[in-house]
């Protein structure tokens, strides 16, 4: 291990949410081994998602210390980026009465689809809302500055309180803000060649019917098909219980994906909708909640005139 990076001891009180930019492997070690480092000689939980190659290279700087230390495959984890808060959730829980934990969680790197890495940073700022106000914790998110886009980096000063090295930054940290705005933000809009069906109270039956032969022209495999009927089933039947009665759904396909879109016009004003099933948005969450269990991704975006959740199969 080398020594670029000075061990500082990060404050247990609140939660600690930094972007740490790095360059190309080797400054990632030298960046990231010492923070896991200290945590395992304070006897701290610590818990690291990153990818093979980079947990790999992780394991072999810490030596005996990675005994230590539970190691998490992102690709697998962060798969669809709205599962990763309830992981982080489950590492805390299971850490109750030890010592103040941490973490280092790299939700994206170069090569992800421009969705994945869309809500992956929405991913980051909904962080600050999940853990702000609670117990003491501090998560480290690595940023490749040499192979990701530069707006990748710069939304990462505003979804990061703490920014390492510290930068004279062209943004600054959007706190709750950001989520709210990245929330009610537009999608782009369905191609004009998209599928669309209206559908209303009593027409459930039939858009599963719609939606399954819909999969299945896309080449959908039968368990992935199933799984996104379920899926979109879920999404319209809350359509009809809170938004509005009635729905529109759209289908189309992408060059690497078979897309369904659900809107109705209904407002969700919970930015963690679907992220946790939690007792003050389980009618309303519960829908959202299991289409992120059965799909590759989903994108959920509300304002005071209507609700657009996507979900996404990737081909």
Same mark, same amino acid.
């Given at each position: 291990?080398?020594? !670029?990076? =000075?061990? =500082?001891?990060?404050?247990?009180?609140?939660?600690?949410?930094?972007?740490?930019?790095?360059?190309?492997?080797?400054?990632? $070690?030298?960046?990231?081994?010492?923070f896991?480092?200290?945590? $395992?000689?304070? *006897?701290?939980?610590?818990?690291?998602?990153?990818?093979?190659?980079?947990?790999?290279?992780?394991?072999?700087?810490?030596?005996?210390?990675?005994?230590?230390?539970?190691f998490?495959?992102?690709?697998?984890?962060?798969r669809?980026p709205?599962?990763?808060?309830?992981? /982080? &959730?489950?590492?805390?829980?299971?850490?109750?009465?030890?010592?103040s934990?941490?973490? $280092? !969680?790299?939700?994206?790197?170069?090569? &992800?689809?421009?969705?994945?890495?869309?809500?992956? *940073?929405?991913?980051?700022?909904?962080?600050?809302?999940?853990?702000?106000?609670?117990?003491?914790?501090?998560?480290?998110?690595?940023?490749?500055?040499?192979?990701?886009?530069? /707006?990748?980096? =710069?939304?990462?000063?505003?979804t990061?309180?703490?920014?390492?090295?510290?930068?004279?930054?062209?943004?600054?940290?959007?706190?709750h803000?950001?989520?709210?705005?990245?929330?009610?933000? +537009?999608?782009?809009?369905?191609?004009?060649?998209?599928?669309?069906?209206?559908?209303?109270?009593?027409?459930?039956?039939?858009?599963?019917?719609?939606?399954?032969?819909?999969?299945? &022209?896309a *080449?959908?495999?039968?368990?992935? +098909?199933?799984?996104?009927?379920?899926?979109?089933?879920?999404?319209?039947?809350?359509?009809?219980?809170?938004?509005?009665?009635?729905?529109?759904?759209?289908?189309?396909?992408?060059?690497?994906?078979?897309? $369904?879109?659900?809107?109705?016009? !209904?407002?969700?004003?919970?930015?963690?909708?679907?992220?946790e099933?939690?007792?003050s948005s389980?009618?309303?969450?519960?829908?959202? /909640?299991?289409?992120?269990?059965?799909?590759?991704?989903?994108?959920?975006?509300?304002t005071?005139?209507?609700?657009?959740?996507?979900?996404?199969? /990737?081909?």
């Amino acid at each position: 291990m080398t020594s !670029g990076s =000075q061990v =500082q001891t990060h404050p247990t009180e609140g939660f600690r949410h930094e972007a740490v930019l790095y360059r190309g492997l080797a400054d990632l $070690v030298d960046r990231v081994a010492p923070f896991v480092k200290e945590g $395992v000689d304070l *006897g701290q939980p610590v818990l690291v998602a990153m990818l093979p190659d980079r947990l790999a290279a992780l394991e072999k700087a810490l030596g005996a210390d990675a005994a230590r230390v539970h190691f998490v495959d992102m690709a697998e984890l962060g798969r669809n980026p709205a599962r990763i808060i309830a992981a /982080w &959730r489950r590492f805390l829980t299971a850490a109750t009465g030890s010592i103040s934990p941490r973490g $280092v !969680g790299e939700p994206i790197w170069a090569g &992800r689809r421009p969705a994945e890495i869309i809500e992956s *940073g929405l991913h980051e700022s909904l962080l600050n809302v999940a853990f702000d106000g609670g117990p003491g914790w501090a998560l480290m998110c690595p940023y490749d500055v040499e192979a990701l886009p530069a /707006w990748v980096i =710069q939304d990462a000063m505003r979804t990061h309180p703490v920014v390492s090295p510290d930068l004279d930054r062209s943004v600054g940290y959007g706190g709750h803000q950001h989520a709210a705005d990245a929330f009610a933000a +537009s999608l782009s809009d369905p191609p004009g060649f998209a599928d669309e069906v209206p559908f209303a109270d009593g027409d459930l039956g039939a858009l599963r019917a719609i939606v399954k032969r819909l999969c299945a &022209r896309a *080449g959908l495999s039968q368990d992935t +098909s199933d799984d996104m009927v379920l899926a979109a089933h879920e999404l319209a039947a809350n359509s009809l219980l809170n938004g509005g009665g009635r729905g529109l759904l759209r289908s189309w396909t992408e060059p690497d994906a078979f897309v $369904v879109e659900v809107s109705d016009s !209904g407002s969700i004003t919970d930015t963690l909708i679907g992220r946790e099933l939690r007792s003050s948005s389980a009618e309303k969450g519960r829908g959202v /909640w299991m289409a992120n269990q059965l799909c590759d991704l989903v994108q959920v975006r509300s304002t005071s005139t209507g609700t657009v959740v996507r979900l996404f199969a /990737w081909l």
